[in-house]
């Protein structure tokens, strides 16, 4: 799956008191809709209530909901392995924006918390989602988290 990828130019301006993004020439109010399981249900009724930004989530750690037993992302994830990522699952949650909310603008969010693969093949390893100060030092980490950005 190919995907076009089109030079955009944004900033922050301040225009009126109000703090707003500069999208290519288009002034947007900086609310963005951020939800970690958008769907084809929700994405088209923040679009049609005019909201113009959506943050892409693409993470295959679990939510707080339910003793972490769902996960954020309902595309799977990105960071599949050592040196092995789905972009796939990416391309997936991108498509049903394009979809859903056509002439929107994306930012990617980027989840580097410790995998469940990688907590599996390292057991020392901590969880970064909960113990980030206590791991943000471990080199492998650190070095696998730089590989995957």
């Known amino acids: 799956m190919k995907h076009e990828i089109k030079e955009t130019t944004a900033k922050i301006i301040n225009k009126n008191g109000n703090t707003m993004l500069l999208i290519n020439g288009t002034e947007l109010y900086s609310s963005a809709f ?4 958008p769907s084809e249900d929700n994405v088209p ?3 049609d209530k005019g909201f113009k930004l959506f ?3 693409s993470s295959g750690i679990m939510t707080a909901l339910a003793n972490r037993t769902i996960p954020y992302s309902e595309y799977g994830e990105v960071w599949s392995g050592e040196d092995s990522y789905s ?8 498509e ?3 979809k859903n909310a056509p002439d929107a603008y994306y ?3 980027i989840d ?3 995998p469940a693969w990688m907590l599996e093949k390292y057991p020392q390893m901590r969880d970064t989602w909960t113990e980030l100060i206590q791991e943000v030092d471990n080199p492998k980490w650190r070095e696998s988290a730089k590989e995957y950005i």
């Open 34 to 37: 951020r939800s970690f399981r």
């Open 45 to 47: 009724d923040f679009y």
């Open 55 to 57: 943050c892409i989530h």
């Open 87 to 94: 972009w796939e699952n990416l391309a997936a949650q991108a």
């Open 96 to 98: 049903m924006f394009k």
């Open 107 to 109: 930012a990617v969010m």
């Open 112 to 114: 580097l918390n410790t």
